[in-house]
C-alpha cells in the first residue's frame, strides 16, 4: 500500500497543538511508517509555492489547527482544502475559534490602538501602525491582511472531521490517527472523541444539588474535592462541554474551561454553560441575584472562553 | 453579558404576562418593537458574513 501523504498546517495558534501532536511520543513511529509528512511549517522546510504546485486531493490528510483571521490563513485554509482528500480541524481554535477567538470582542482599528499606541511599554512618536504595503528601494514589501473577525476553520472552508481540545488529550489526537492508518474512518462530519456527552460524564466528582450564594474565582476558595466544582461556585463549564478529554481539569480542582467545544446536541456553547449557572444560584430575590451575577468577571471570556466565533453571535457589535 | 457584545439593555426585556392579559401583551410587544425600531437594525451581520469579516 503506498503511504499516506500528510500534512499540517498552523493558523491562529499558539503552538500548543504541534505540542499536542509530538505528544503521541513512540506513535509517531507506527505513523512515519504509514505516513509521509509533505507539509510541516513548524518542521519541515516545504514553501507555500511547493504547496501550490501540488495536484488536487493529492494530499490524504491534513492537520489543521488554528483559527482564520489573517488573509494568508484565508489562503492556506482554501488552498489545503483543495489539496486535501480529508481535511481536520486540529483543536479548539481551528474549530470554534479559540482563545484568539476572544479578539472579536474587538475590531482591527482597535487592537491596533492598543498594541501600537497605548501599551505602556510602547514608544511609537510617529504613530506606526502595520500596513499590508510598504515601498522601499528594492520593491514593494507586503504582510497579510489582518481581519476585524476570527473565524474558525469550518466556517471558512468545509472540513471532513473535527479533534476537538486546546489542546487535544493525546488519546484523542490517537483515536483520530488510528482510524487513518486503519481506514476506519467516522462519518463525515464527526468531531472525533472517547465521548460524545459533557465532561461531567468523564468527571468523578459528585452532584448534590447544593445552591450557590457566591461565585468564587480559583483562588478564593479551597474546594472539596468530592464535590462538583460548580456546586461549589466555581465556574466550571463541564456542562456545556463535549467529553473525551477524561475530565483531568476538575481532577486537579480546576473547573472545565470548555476547551472541547459544545458537548453533542448543544448549538451555543457559552449560553448552555450560562443556562448550567443560573440554575445553580439559590435565590429569588432581584438584587441579591445581581450582586452573585455581578461577581463573575469577564462572562464573555469566561462563558465563551474558546467559542466566541462559533457563537450564534459570533462577535461583538463593530462601532 | 451582552453589553460586552455591544448590546443595549433596552435590546432586551424579561415580562411576564397572564393569559388573560390581551391589552397588556399588545402594548408591551407595541412598546417594545417601537424601542427597536427607534435603535435601528443591530448591524451584527457586518464584520460577521464576508470573507473579509
Known sequence: MAKLKLALYWAASC????????????????????????????????????????????????????????????????????????????????????????????????????????????????????????????????IPELYDTVKSLPQTV???????????????????????????????GAVISHNAKAVCDDCQRKRDVKKVKKFYRTYEITTDPQICLLEQGLLCAGLATRGGCGAPCPQANMPCTGCYGPAQGVTDQGAHFLSAV????????????????????????????????????RRARIK | MLNQFGIED??????????????????????MTEQLRELGPLGLSRGNGGAHG
Not at chain 1, 486546546?166 to 483515536?175: A, D, N, R, S
Open chain 1, 15 to 142: 503552538g500548543g497543538c504541534e505540542i499536542a501532536q509530538l505528544q503521541i511520543g513512540e506513535k509517531l513511529l507506527k505513523l512515519a511508517e504509514v505516513a509521509d509528512i509533505v507539509f510541516w511549517p513548524v518542521a519541515i522546510d516545504v514553501k507555500y509555492k511547493d504547496v501550490e504546485a501540488m495536484p488536487d486531493k493529492s494530499i490524504d490528510v491534513c492537520l489543521f489547527n488554528g483559527g482564520i483571521r489573517t488573509s494568508e490563513q484565508e489562503h492556506l485554509a482554501k488552498l489545503l482544502r483543495e489539496k486535501s482528500k480529508v481535511l481536520i480541524a486540529y483543536g479548539a481554535c481551528a474549530y470554534v475559534g479559540g482563545i484568539p477567538g476572544l479578539a472579536n470582542l474587538f475590531d482591527k482599528q482597535s487592537i491596533f490602538e492598543r498594541v501600537y499606541l497605548e501599551t505602556q511599554s510602547t514608544d511609537n512618536p510617529n504613530k506606526v501602525t502595520p500596513q499590508t504595503k510598504h515601498q522601499v528601494t528594492e520593491g514593494e514589501l507586503t
Open chain 1, 158 to 188: 468545509p472540513v471532513e472531521y473535527i479533534i476537538p481540545g486546546c489542546p487535544p488529550e493525546e488519546k484523542t489526537t490517537w483515536m483520530a490517527l488510528e482510524a487513518l492508518i486503519e481506514g476506519k474512518l467516522p462519518p463525515v
Open chain 1, 278 to 313: 443560573a440554575s445553580v444560584i439559590d435565590s429569588s430575590d432581584k438584587n441579591e441575584i445581581q450582586k452573585i451575577v455581578d461577581d463573575i468577571p469577564d462572562p464573555v471570556g469566561t462563558f465563551y472562553r474558546y467559542s466566541l466565533p462559533d457563537s450564534l453571535l
Open chain 2, 10 to 31: 433596552k435590546r432586551v426585556r424579561l415580562d411576564w404576562v397572564s393569559a388573560s392579559e390581551g391589552d397588556r401583551f399588545a402594548a408591551i410587544v407595541n412598546e
